[in-house]
């Protein structure tokens, strides 16, 4: 009897089929540019979530490292990306955000997310993302190498830091994210990214990514997102407002460095910017539908000595893709002749406050990534 038990368990061997996880990042990030996408990733997301400002800050300083969840963290305490909006994770965008692959949003047909990849282009920047949102602060670590108790087949912690008052054991682990009002104490009615930069040592025994970071590197990502600013707002739902900060070390608050917004954003314009929610709700689909209207945006650039405005102004057409529209049809076209794998809507913008350079602007998603193309 016990010698067919053990024959049994002999017979049966461990051997389901497995992904390897920093393989399957390093896919991403090969389909994904370094630079701007993965800060246009993160505010479509951020858009999805039904945020309305979105404030990037390159975090300069230096944390303490003394009450850490472990010593192996310690090294992930120097400066960082962090990117706040004001949504709210859900339980499914927890569960969402746990998977690669398979976005949950392929049922809200407005929503710019298609492919459930686009955040890991953070991998890019770090080893070790973590973000806080509502009640928890989630940590991942996909070679399990740094987090406590992980593994390569478990590798992030989730830990809800209100009622377990996480904040006075671990201190040191959980002050970087006190930013854009969160105490972490309370429960914060938004979302905070952390991605401490990889630097040149942990890029020589990364397994995800060799390219190290530096806070310029950041800085001039800034500088680039400023400067195609008015596109990324472009064909946004909700997000009114992107704000870039640098917080350097020995200072109690992040500088305001870049900003870049919808003018004077009233009930109207949010009722435009969401036509393709309402167009993907409608009864009667095959029905021809298009909606054209106006928006000013304002830029501002506080770097220098002086504060530097502009405000452009630009006509946006929308429409969900049928072919049945005109721009519809132009959408289908380009998918068939530019491997373009297009959103069931399309979009397109002329900016008409400057005679001299008439920029159209189409959006599309091209290999997974969100595209605003600029065409004269
Ligand atoms: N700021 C946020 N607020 C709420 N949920 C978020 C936020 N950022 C990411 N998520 C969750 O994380 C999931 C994964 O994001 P990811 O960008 O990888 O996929 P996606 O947006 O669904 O698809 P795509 O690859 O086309 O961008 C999202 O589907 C969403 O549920
Ligand atoms: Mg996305």
């Known amino acids: 009897m016990e010698e067919e038990s053990s024959s049994r368990s002999l017979l049966l061997e461990d051997f389901g089929q497995k992904v390897d996880l920093t393989r399957r990042i390093r896919e991403v990030l090969l389909n994904y540019p370094e630079g701007t996408t993965v800060l246009k990733e993160l505010i479509q997301n951020a858009d999805d979530a039904g945020a309305t400002k979105v404030c990037l800050c390159l975090d300069r300083r230096s944390h303490a490292t003394t009450s850490l969840l472990s010593p192996k963290l310690a090294q992930w305490q120097g400066p960082a990306l962090l990117a706040y909006n004001n949504g709210v994770f859900t339980e499914d965008d927890f569960a969402s955000i746990s998977r690669i692959g398979g976005s949950g949003k392929q049922s809200q047909a407005w929503k710019t997310g298609r492919f459930g990849v686009g955040f890991n282009s953070v991998y890019h920047l770090t080893d070790l993302p973590s973000f806080v949102s509502d009640k928890y602060v989630v940590l991942f670590d996909p070679q399990g190498d740094y987090l406590p108790n992980v593994s390569t087949l478990n590798p992030g912690k989730r830990i809800e830091y209100v009622s ?93 460095t870049y900003s870049c917004s919808i003018s004077l954003a009233d009930s109207d314009t949010v009722w435009h910017r969401q036509t393709l929610l309402r167009l993907s709700k409608s009864i009667n689909s095959s029905e021809y539908k298009m909606d054209g ?39 289908a076209s380009m998918s068939k002749d530019y491997d373009i794998h297009l959103l069931p809507w399309a979009a397109v913008a002329a900016c008409i406050s400057d005679n001299s350079s008439r920029v159209m602007v189409i959006s599309s998603k091209m290999a997974g990534h969100f595209v605003s193309s600029p065409c004269q």
Not at 214 to 241: I, N
Request: with cysteine; hydrophobic share 35%; aromatic share 14%.
């Open 164 to 256: 377990s008052s996480a904040i006075s054991r671990y201190r040191d682990q959980l002050s970087p994210y006190c930013a854009f009002g969160c105490n972490m104490e309370s429960s914060f009615p938004g979302t905070i990214f952390r991605f401490p930069l990889r630097n040149e040592e942990q890029a020589s025994r990364s397994k995800l990514s060799k390219q190290a970071y530096m806070a310029d590197d950041v800085s001039s990502m800034f500088v680039q997102l400023y400067e195609e600013g008015v596109f990324t707002l472009l064909f946004l739902k909700s997000v009114l407002c992107i704000e870039m900060y640098v917080w350097d070390t020995g200072m109690p608050e992040p500088r305001k």
């Open 293 to 331: 209207f106006l928006l000013d945006f304002l830029s501002e650039d506080i770097s220098g000595d002086q504060s530097q405005k502009r405000v452009d102004t630009f006509y946006i057409m929308q429409t969900m893709a049928s072919g049945s529209s005109r721009i519809g049809s132009f959408a």
